[in-house]
């Protein structure tokens, strides 16, 4: 049986397994609270005793895991061994594709990509889904609930879809048109919000407590963030260890950020490496509260919009442990506008033949800013491109005109 435990951010009480897993407990029950447009407080973390493990695994033992399997090394995550060897056929249905770190080179310059575009619903999200399904199976419980801008919720529907779990799906009134027909299709109750995605995770949360539905909400189930964690892995294994020295990670909850941040650190707690990789928060102009708080420490609710609705947060649930992610990496953030993510999308589709949507894109607008100030070429860089392009093609659509239909007649005149 695999140990661990839960402890608080925030005031760093400690929950053994069965009170937080049996009794569906996701924040502190000291300081834990969801109050309206503020981040989360009492964020659950799960600990392992990893000085125990770090005398069972070596450097080379870690390399021989599968990429896009992480239920492999299993006692890095809260799961029980014994009931994932019980379901092969299901495990199966969730690996993640094996390419996952990319090569890539703009004007000159090398860098690499962890390409989640080609994941089970083609996101980054698939991460966090799929250890909270396997989770609920574990559990015995058959319905996930969860707020979502798109990609979680559509991340969410499909995996369920794929496991055999319903999902009831909490979305923004101007959630995109490809996003909500993505989650649709998979066979989600789809429950439209009047109102911002701050709205719907609290109502998801509120619905989903007196129905007693297992909710997935970013950062307040402890397994949005452990689930994340596992691109840390996948990058290490994929590069034998030579891990980057600066990642770019978009940025509007903060999840994906905290979660990548927790694996690298266990990394290093278990001696795999010796150093953490610069933390680059991406965000867009719309949806900046990561770079106000960078500067002043202090948070203040602003509503955010973006064209990069995935990264749009007026109230990031998991602020502070960002936060620390920053800090403790010694990285930073970087802001791009509207029309820089666009730009970049444009590059990313016609130079490298990767379609991403916005908030992915942002990533590339942040990484030719920061190459433009930065003179080491030592430095080794990997973005997250963390969502395909085809999940919301309205952004494409402000860069390629519409097309007309020609006649033979026409086409002839156009080529000779």
């Known amino acids: 049986m695999n140990e661990y ?110 390409n989640e575009t080609c994941n089970p619903t083609l996101s980054f999200k698939d991460r966090a889904s799929s250890l909270v399904a396997l989770k609920a199976i574990e559990m015995g419980i058959t319905k996930i609930a ?15 879809a794929r496991l055999g779990l319903e999902s009831v799906i909490f979305v923004p009134k101007n959630i995109p048109e490809a996003k909500r027909i993505q989650i649709q299709s998979y066979g989600a109750e789809l429950i439209l919000v009047d109102g911002d995605y701050d709205l719907a995770f609290d109502t998801c949360i509120e619905i989903s407590s007196q129905k007693n539905w297992y909710i997935r909400n970013t950062a ?16 290490f294994i994929s590069t034998k260890g030579k891990m980057p020295d600066v990642v770019f990670i978009p940025t509007g909850d903060g999840v994906i950020l905290s979660g990548f941040y927790k694996g690298l650190a266990e990394l290093k707690k278990l001696g795999l490496i010796e150093k953490l990789p610069k933390l680059i928060s991406v ?31 007026g109230a990031p649930r998991a602020l502070y442990y960002g936060a620390e992610a920053i800090e403790k990496t010694n990285g930073s953030v970087i802001v791009v506008s509207d029309e820089e993510i666009i730009e970049a999308q444009k590059i990313t589709a016609k130079q490298f033949g990767m379609l991403l949507e916005p908030s992915s894109a942002a990533s590339f607008a942040a990484y030719k800013k920061f190459i433009k100030l930065n003179e080491n070429q030592n430095e080794t860089y990997l973005l997250l491109f963390t969502g395909n392009g085809l999940k919301d093609i309205s952004s494409l659509s402000i860069w390629n005109d519409p097309v007309v239909p020609l006649t033979p007649s026409q086409i002839k005149d156009k080529f000779f």
């Not at 029950?29 to 989360?40: D, H, I, Y």
């Not at 695994?57 to 014994?82: A, H, M, R, T, V």
């Not at 690996?95 to 310059?109: A, D, H, W």
């Open 5 to 114: 435990i839960y402890k608080c951010f925030d005031c760093n009480k400690t929950y053994g397994k069965d009170e937080v897993e049996k009794n569906l407990l996701y924040l502190c029950s000291t300081c834990g609270k969801v109050e309206k447009n503020q981040p989360l407080k009492g964020i659950l973390l799960v600990e392992y005793d990893y000085d125990s493990i770090k005398k069972k695994i070596s450097l080379e033992s870690f390399f021989n895991y599968e990429l896009g399997k992480f239920w492999q090394y299993s006692f890095l995550f809260p799961l029980d061994k014994s009931k994932l060897d019980s379901i092969p056929d299901k495990l199966a249905k969730i690996t993640l594709p094996s390419n996952c770190v990319q090569k890539l080179n703009y004007e000159g310059r090398n860098f690499f990509v962890l």
């Open 146 to 160: 969860a707020a979502s801008t798109g990609n979680a919720g559509s991340s969410l529907a499909g995996i369920c």
């Open 220 to 235: 307040y189930n402890p397994l949005t963030i452990e689930g994340k964690k596992s691109a840390a892995y996948d990058i």
């Open 283 to 313: 965000q867009a102009e719309g949806s900046d509260c990561f770079a106000r708080f960078y500067i002043a420490n202090v948070f203040e609710y602003k509503s955010a919009n973006s064209i990069a609705d995935s990264i749009c947060a």
